[in-house]
């Protein structure tokens, strides 16, 4: 007998696992995080407040109003007899004309207005006012006088426009979105032109030092954020070499010159007066650029090699063999390659770039206008209580982050190229 | 002509030393041997693609190539998987030698038609490498190859990797090519079918030695 022959049957035919429990781990697991970020985003959305209709607003104010009033009825009662008596008269009766709410022929949004502006008048100024004299006069009406003011400043309170126009209508936050583009943008530009060169070079050659090199690549990867901040403000603001004079103006125009370290940054802003330009780095929109760059270049640095790695060089060789110089196979032949890589290596870039807030804080501070990026401005509104307006800002981030790299994944799929 | 004089090559731990040959000018050469012995690296070298010549000379057409970057050399390469511009269309592969020589486009258009005539490949020109058979891969590579007019071509196994009949058709147009146009082939291969029918010079690289002769030997 052969030994080939078939072995004896199994007592049971042989029957392949079911792959019911492998997609259901790759459902379930993918579906967590999924879910996870959506909730997120839909926390975002609940959070900020839409504004309140001109109705409602006119209902809230009207009960708080109510409330101002008794307060004060209580304040006028107590200071019956004192040389107070007819001021609190006068604020009783205003506060009672303002808790009418009459519309006086004019709008609600008209009348919601003309209320919050009387009665902001009323409690920041006339109650003010009250308080003080009767602390003065030590009239036992000072705790009622501030129980309708804070009843006053809630109606007022109602009249808040929504979070979205709050933040929409908020040139520093449209600075700083319009500065958080254009900054991602030019860096994730800049990322790309050293990160292709970078890459190729790894990619293709090899040297002494490569593993050094190639370590010290990935430092800003590996580097809290911070932390690049922090290297970026001592080495162009505390390095010094030597000392220079420095020409101040006073107010009256007079100029006086005081000695001070010559630092890079002080170099770069003599050169740029030299030409007549105010140049700064820290501090300034350039400083914002070089705080993104200087990470999300190390993440597109990574990207290309591996793009170049994935292209065979035999192409580039026959490209030469035909004809080409190096550079000349690298543009005609690599470049539209790794094109895809390249998209990704700048969407990558532009993404970090995005989110980088540490090296903007350390390196540049946080000033309106000049270098507020869209996260710096989360982070100030959340610092000041503002949470629903951090919130806004925050979709407002997503949104513009959805929108381009959606944008540059259709100029990938557009390509001629099915099979990459 | 291609000739090697006292040739050492290194690539990586790999070393190739005293290698020596001649292949007449317009002469059909035939490299064998086994795989993994150094037939492509010699190739490359004398392509100008390995930057490890440790000693020795290479000439093409009686000048001196050694130090030549790869552009210089005048030399046609068909790399065993064909590489062809993957970003480029067939016209566009084709055309490029001629593009890089500053060619005027009517001539390009002309040049790039007729090769591809004789490839029969004018079906072929507008689309993209993408999807294209081995068999018309390599012949786009031939045309490619030969657009500019070199005076050496080198094939590194040009027929491997092909289905039956592919095979033959292919065999059948390199002997074409080499009645019809004055240049020199260096054809890399380890089929003695294909040395018999094509070969007119024959070389085999064996244990790091080149023995020139004939096919038997």
């Known amino acids: 007998m052969s030994s080939l022959a078939s072995p004896d049957p199994s007592p049971s035919p042989f029957r392949p696992k079911s792959d019911t ?24 959305a609940i959070v900020p407040r839409w504004g309140k209709s001109d109705e409602t607003k006119l209902l809230l104010m009207g ?3 109510e409330e101002a009033v008794y307060h004060l009825k209580v304040a006028s009662k107590n200071a019956s007899g004192t040389n107070l008596d007819q001021k609190v008269e006068d604020a009783l009766m205003e506060a009672k004309k303002l808790a009418d709410l009459k519309p006086d022929g004019q709008s609600k949004a008209g009348l919601v207005k003309q209320t919050t502006t009387e009665a902001r008048a009323l409690a920041n100024i006339r109650l003010s006012e009250l308080v003080k004299k009767a602390e003065t006069e030590k009239v036992d009406i000072v705790k009622e006088i501030d129980q309708a003011k804070n009843s006053l400043l809630n109606a007022v309170a109602f009249d808040r426009p929504s979070d979205y126009a709050a933040v929409f209508n908020d040139p520093g936050i449209r600075a700083s979105a319009k500065l958080s583009f254009v900054s991602c943008t030019i860096s994730a530009l800049l990322s790309l032109w050293v990160a292709a060169p970078i890459g190729y070079t790894m990619s293709r050659f090899q040297f002494r030092g490569k593993n050094f090199i190639d370590t010290i690549l990935d430092v800003p990867i590996v580097l809290p954020p911070l ?22 103006f006073d107010r009256d125009g007079s100029q006086y010159i005081v000695q001070e370290n010559r630092t890079i940054e002080r170099m770069i802003q003599q050169v740029g007066a030299s030409i007549g330009f105010q140049m700064r780095i820290t501090n300034g929109a350039a400083g914002v650029v070089l705080a993104q760059f200087m990470v999300a270049c190390a993440f597109a640095v990574r990207t290309m ?33 790794g094109y895809r890589g390249l998209l990704a290596a700048g969407t990558l870039a532009w993404a970090r770039s995005l989110g980088e807030f540490g090296p903007i804080l350390i390196f540049c501070g946080i000033n309106a206008h000049r270098t507020e990026v869209m996260s710096s401005s989360v982070y100030l509104q959340f610092s000041i209580g503002e949470i629903e307006k951090a919130a806004v800002v925050s979709l407002l981030m997503i949104a513009l982050a959805f929108v381009v790299l959606l944008l540059v994944r259709n100029l990938g799929k557009s390509d001629a190229m099915p099979n990459r | 002509m291609i000739q090697l004089e006292n040739l050492c090559l290194r690539n990586g731990s790999f070393e190739l030393n005293d290698l020596s040959m001649t292949i007449a000018s317009g002469s059909y050469g035939i490299l064998m041997g086994r795989t993994g012995c150094g037939k492509t690296t010699i190739l490359e070298a004398i392509c100008g693609l390995q930057p490890h010549v440790k000693s020795g000379i290479i000439r093409l057409n009686d000048s001196d190539v050694t130090l030549l970057k790869p552009a210089e050399r005048g030399i046609g390469y068909v790399p065993q998987d064909s590489a062809l511009f993957e970003t480029m269309s067939i016209f566009e592969n084709v055309a490029f030698s001629l593009r890089l020589r500053k060619w005027i486009e009517s001539d390009i258009k002309e040049r790039v038609h007729e ?19 081995g068999g018309e891969a390599k012949r786009v590579a031939l045309a490619r190859a030969l657009a500019a007019s070199p005076n050496v071509l080198c094939l590194d196994e040009p027929l491997s990797a092909l289905d039956e009949e592919t095979h033959g058709e292919i065999c059948d147009l390199l002997g074409e090519l080499h009645r019809e146009i004055e240049v020199t082939i260096l054809h890399i291969t380890h089929s003695s079918a294909e040395a018999h029918r094509l070969g007119e010079t024959f070389l085999r690289l064996e244990e790091g030695q080149l023995i020139e002769g004939n096919l038997e030997s």
């Open chain 1, 21 to 44: 429990p492998f997609f259901f781990g790759l459902g379930s697991l993918s579906g967590f995080y999924l879910f996870l970020i959506l909730a997120l985003i839909l926390a975002l």
């Open chain 1, 63 to 65: 009960q708080s109003l």
């Open chain 2, 115 to 133: 090769l591809a005539e004789l490839m029969a490949i004018t079906k072929l020109l507008d689309r993209r490498p993408f999807g294209l058979s």
């Open chain 1, 305 to 337: 090699r591996n793009t170049f790695d994935q292209i065979s060089p035999r192409q580039e060789e026959v490209a030469m063999t035909l004809g080409s110089s190096r550079g000349e196979a690298f543009w005609n032949i690599v470049l539209p390659q």
């Open chain 1, 227 to 248: 932390v690049i901040g922090l290297g970026l403000l001592i080495l162009f603001n505390n390095i010094s070499f030597g000392t220079m004079e420095v020409v101040y």
